[in-house]
């Protein structure tokens, strides 16, 4: 099991030195990277415990990897229609080449209509520009020159596409079966929002249909919070996840209060949790 870590990039947590200090504190800690969440337009009913405040992910993500050595980066979830595809891609080629290759891309279509609808995004037709925009980074990762590509949301003539480093992994998120499809074909793991019971055999029928299209088994990942009161009961859960396919568990604090309180969280678990 690898173990990633949630950093709050929203809130009164997500000041400059919040998200400093707790990047460097989870790299200390021995974790594998930390995530940041996707939201660009908050309306105003959906601001609890952030006030509205959230900073871009991805200039957030570049401004991490600048701020450590090692630890990895990662959004969890880039809500692709929010985005031209293009520009996403070249964004995220730029990180991956200043960052040494430190990029997670965990992805998804979104779900708050209304911030949809304050970026002029169709809403309707979000799933459809999802799968696009996942084609259209596999197509220019491809090439340092990549044919035209003509789609039913996205076209562009043939250009100059550098740098180019190697494709940060993406993980598909979502529980449904458009998102099972868009494993199969671009993802390199899927990230559901399923409970550990419920995992287990949609893991089982993905894994056996990855192996029928010719392609390696996919990193599972799971996005909880825990209690750390009572350790065995910690470990326990993660044995659970472990049983029902997880391989890759992000650590969520929820709102924790500060950097202080999240380095002392997040090395408990490391030392007593995670194994």
Sequence with gaps: MKYGVAVRNMGPQSSRAGVIACARAAERAGFDAVFVSDHLCIPPDQTEGSDGRYLDVVATIAF????????RVGISVLVLPYRPAVLTAKQLATIQELSGGRVILATGSGWMKPEFDALGADFRVRGRITTETLQVIHHL???????AFAGATVKFPSFVFKPRPA?????IGGN???AIERVIKYGDGWHPMLKAEELKVKVEALKKRADDAGRPAPEIIVRRGMRLDDIGAARARIDAERDAGATYYIFDLGRYANEVA???TIDVFMSKVAH
């Design 167 to 171: 494709r940060p992994p993406i993980w």
């Design 262 to 264: 999240f380095a002392r």
């Design 141 to 147: 990762f491809d090439s340092d020159v990549p044919d």
């Design 176 to 178: 449904g079966d458009a």
């Design 64 to 71: 991490l990897a600048g701020m450590t050595e090692r630890i």
